[in-house]
Each structure stands twice: as structure tokens, then as C-alpha cells.
């Protein structure tokens, strides 16, 4: 029934306060990271292709933004500082972006990479599936694809 005081360097609340610092630097560099993605500064880290959409860039600088007011006066030193040198980062970068012409591999998730003004190539037509035939590779990829 008696608890003991808790101090003010209890190791329970300066380790929760040290992961609560990590994860935040962790979402300011993860957003960072997708906005100079988008920006064009580095490659799709799956693809490896330059993606240049500045719309979604300027999305997750104004996210930043937003962070960096709602949490004014209420982050350490380190966490203001990582923010606020991320955000001059990102900005510099968009002017620099915005600023330079769009480059020839811009690749967009909606567009094709084929040239401006080309048709693309029609699909080969398929054959229609047996009933009781086992699924092509093709047809089972597209039954087990997420589409968000």
C-alpha cells in the first residue's frame, strides 16, 4: 500500500523519455527522407528511380511545418535543433527544385515513362482461363495485390 516516492532521475521515466526523443527524431528524418524523395534529391528506394512530384513534397514540408508549431516551447534542445535544421533543409531544396527544369526521367505513379505524344503499345490479348485450369503467375499476382 505504501509506494515509495519516485525521484526525480527514476531510470523508467529518463528511458521513456529517451525513446520518446529517438522516435521523434526517427519521424522528423522519415519525413524529411520522403520529401527529398519527391523532391527529386534521391532515388525511390525500391525502384531506384528518381520520383519528382513537388506537390507531395510541399505535403510533407507543410506537415513539418505543422509539427514544428503545434510543439514550440515543449521540445528539448536536440529535438527543436534536428526540426528546425530539417525544415531549412527541405526548404532550400524545393526553392532548388522548383527552380530547376523537371528532368527527363520524371516518373509519376499515375503516368507511363513512354515519351509525350506516344501511344503506348495495346496489351497481347489473353486467353480466357479453363474452369479447373491452375492460375497463371500473372492471375494469381493480381488476386493478392493491396491497392490502397
Do not use: W
Request: no cysteine.
Amino acid at each position: 500500500m505504501n509506494n515509495p516516492p519516485v525521484s526525480e532521475a527514476d531510470p523508467v521515466t529518463e528511458g521513456s523519455e529517451e525513446m520518446k526523443t529517438a522516435l521523434f527524431a526517427h519521424m522528423v528524418m522519415q519525413q524529411s527522407s520522403m520529401a527529398m524523395m519527391l523532391l527529386g534529391k534521391t532515388a525511390h528506394p525500391e525502384t531506384g528511380k528518381i520520383v519528382r512530384d513537388l506537390e507531395a513534397a510541399k505535403l510533407f514540408i507543410d506537415l513539418l511545418e505543422m509539427l514544428e508549431f503545434k510543439t514550440k516551447g515543449n521540445l528539448n534542445q536536440e529535438e527543436a535543433a534536428l526540426l528546425k535544421q530539417s525544415l531549412m533543409s527541405l526548404r532550400m531544396a524545393f526553392v532548388e527544385a522548383v527552380d530547376s527544369p523537371s528532368p527527363q526521367t520524371e516518373s509519376r505513379p499515375d503516368q507511363s515513362s513512354s515519351p509525350t505524344g506516344s501511344v503506348p503499345a495495346p496489351e497481347p490479348a489473353k486467353a480466357e482461363p479453363t474452369p479447373g485450369a491452375a492460375p497463371t503467375e500473372e492471375e494469381h499476382r493480381k488476386k493478392f495485390t493491396k491497392k490502397y
